[in-house]
């Protein structure tokens, strides 16, 4: 059974100021849509003419369509290339984007204990989440284990310059959980430099804003990952992203079991404690990288110990929804929230 589910991580409700009617010029909100990294995305812009809203978001979602076809994990892009490389044993010459966008991933993989690791891509493979269409899989013990001891992390990789090596073959680099928050901060580096007063850029749940709509902040639903509702509302400021990262978009079902694409590398298996973490970022030129990056590690160290993680990363706002449907959160993401009624368990 997989998800038939087109929606994005947090709900597509985005209880936004939208089109109101009556209002004219700078008091509308254009959106527009794509289908980019496998998901929906959506440019929201405020305070534009319509044509000058259709041009920018235009070129947003062109940079989403050039990061997509660069950084695809299994379809020929640049980082196949890489991959095939070091499979190979031999040296690849990138780019200076590349090369950035894996040192930060890098940083971020050695101060999550690893948790987070985009060199586990075999593994990836193996449980069949390489693929648009998710089918379910059943790998032995004996083949999760041979990818597991091999022990592949970012930090095998070396440089010189913009050539990569690896001193590890088993290193297979898949940037699913990180590429769409990069997304995200190039498309505010888009926007920012255009001078927009407010958008809201969504890329599969991880949602950043520039600036205000009007009188009041954007304001976004966090999704009830079992239900078709939202469990809670925020309002997202500027140069804030929210990113959730969960179990019902990316999975299947066997014996029972919720087999979600998140993968514990430490095991090699999948995460089924979990149902969904959403978490706050903000500051910076790379708000949205972190968004996305950054609740990988709490998803996976599940219901004991995500507190721990939160703290080492330096997360404050996090709100988190167990196997079974039970809420937790810091003291930080209560404050701003507003709950929904008879929705949240403690």
């Not at 991933?105 to 989440?129: K, M, V, Y």
């Not at 010189?160 to 590429?179: E, F, H, P, Q």
Request: hydrophobic share 40%; net charge negative.
């Amino acid at each position: 059974m997989l998800s038939g589910r087109a929606s994005f991580f947090l709900t597509a409700l985005l209880l936004l100021q939208l089109l109101l009617s009556g209002c004219t010029g700078n008091d509308t909100t254009y959106r527009t849509q794509g289908h980019v990294f496998g998901t929906v995305v959506e440019v929201s812009i405020y305070g534009e003419s319509q044509e000058r809203a259709n041009a920018l978001s235009a070129s947003v979602l062109n940079e989403f369509d050039r990061l997509h076809h660069k950084f695809h994990a299994w379809q020929p892009s640049m980082l196949t290339a890489l991959n095939d490389s070091i499979a190979r044993g031999e040296p690849f010459q990138a780019d200076i984007e590349m090369v950035d966008l894996l040192k930060s991933a890098t940083l971020l993989a050695e101060r999550s204990d690893n948790l987070f690791n985009p060199a586990i891509g075999h593994l990836i493979r193996l449980w069949g989440f390489q693929s648009s269409d998710i089918t379910p899989h059943g790998p032995s013990r004996e083949e999760i284990l041979r990818w597991v001891d091999a022990n592949p992390r970012l930090s095998d990789l070396r440089y010189d310059g913009t050539m990569i090596s690896s001193r590890n073959k088993a290193v297979m680099i898949d940037l699913g959980g990180y590429a769409k928050g990069y997304a995200l901060d190039r498309a505010a580096r888009i926007l920012r430099d255009a001078h927009v007063r407010a958008a809201l850029v969504n890329v599969g749940g991880n949602i950043l804003a520039i600036g205000q709509p009007g009188a009041r902040p954007w304001k976004v639903g966090i999704r009830d990952p079992r239900g078709e509702g939202t469990m809670a509302a925020l309002a997202l400021h500027d140069n804030e992203a929210i990113g959730t990262s969960g179990d019902y978009e990316r999975y299947f079902m066997k014996g029972g079991k919720r087999h979600p694409h998140i993968i514990d590398p430490r095991s090699g298996e999948t995460i089924d404690l979990v149902a969904s973490v959403t978490i706050i970022t903000s500051g910076g030129n790379d708000a949205g990288l972190r968004s996305d990056g950054n609740s990988k590690p709490l998803f996976i160290s599940g219901p004991a110990h995500w507190r721990v993680m939160a703290q080492q990363l330096g997360l404050n706002e996090v709100f988190l929804v167990d196997a079974d449907h039970n809420v937790e959160m810091t003291h930080a993401m209560r404050d701003r929230l507003a709950l929904g009624e008879g929705t949240v368990s403690h």
